[in-house]
């Protein structure tokens, strides 16, 4: 059974930094691009960013102005966020994804349950 | 303002036919990237519903069905049932952006 599991997610002040984790099982996770999409609170989800399945590739959102780097270990089956300079805006679920399909045409076919980031004073 | 533009909401009583638009542009549907359908239950993570414009994956009822034609897709999901009240988000590839989404469908069983 493929299981995503997130943490590292709080309440952070503006300008802040903050740093997820996804402990992945149930598949060859060194095999797979894996990507974070967000959702704020009542609003739709937004990619934020993909990691290739050795992590030499990495694509990320226009919005996020080089404030985001995703990572990974291959050898812990862990998928990392590291946000710096967080902002209000960024106050959302973010979610673990596993990806399916080629380049330009990914999809998510497993997601983790969420963890929430919330940027306030 | 998402790159990808769906109804905000829709609506159907048990038992008819319902369908969710997904309209893009030259730079994404348009330029024949694929388009991909999840369903968020209230609460809940989104689930992949339709890949690749028309599959389904292992477990998801033939009542939904995707299409796609030129820069737009649709979804349908027909036999409607109270469970399948839910967000409805259509996701594809945009060749400045990456990863896109849709603003979401909510649909309502009446």
């Known amino acids: 059974e493929v299981q995503l599991l997130e943490s590292g997610g709080g309440l952070v002040q503006p300008g802040g930094s903050l740093r997820l984790s996804c402990a992945v099982s149930g598949f060859t996770f060194s095999s797979y691009a894996m990507s974070w999409v967000r959702q704020a609170p009542g609003k739709g989800l937004e990619w934020v960013s993909t990691?290739?399945?050795?992590?030499?590739?990495?694509y990320y959102a226009d919005s996020l102005k080089g404030r985001f780097t995703i990572s990974r270990d291959n050898s812990k089956n862990t998928l990392h966020l590291q946000m710096n300079s967080l902002r209000a805006e960024d106050t959302a679920v973010y979610y673990c994804t596993k990806v399916e399909g080629y380049s330009s045409s990914w999809y998510f076919d497993y997601w983790g349950q969420g963890t929430l980031v919330t940027v306030s004073s | 303002q998402s790159v990808l533009t769906q109804p905000p909401s829709v609506s159907g009583a048990p038992g008819q036919r319902v369908t969710i638009s997904c309209t893009g542009s030259?730079?994404?549907?348009?330029?024949?990237?694929?388009v991909h359908w999840y369903q968020q239950l209230p609460g809940t993570a989104p689930k992949l519903l339709i890949y690749y414009n028309t599959n389904r994956p292992s477990g998801i009822p033939d009542r939904f069905s995707g299409s796609k034609s030129g820069a737009s897709a649709s979804l349908a999901i027909t036999g409607l049932q109270a469970e399948d009240e839910a967000d409805y988000y259509c996701q594809s590839y945009d060749s400045s952006l990456s990863g896109v989404f849709g603003g979401g469908t909510k649909l309502t069983v009446l």
């Open positions: 990691i290739s399945a050795s992590g030499g590739s990495t």
């Open positions: 030259s730079s994404n549907i348009g330029a024949g990237y694929n």
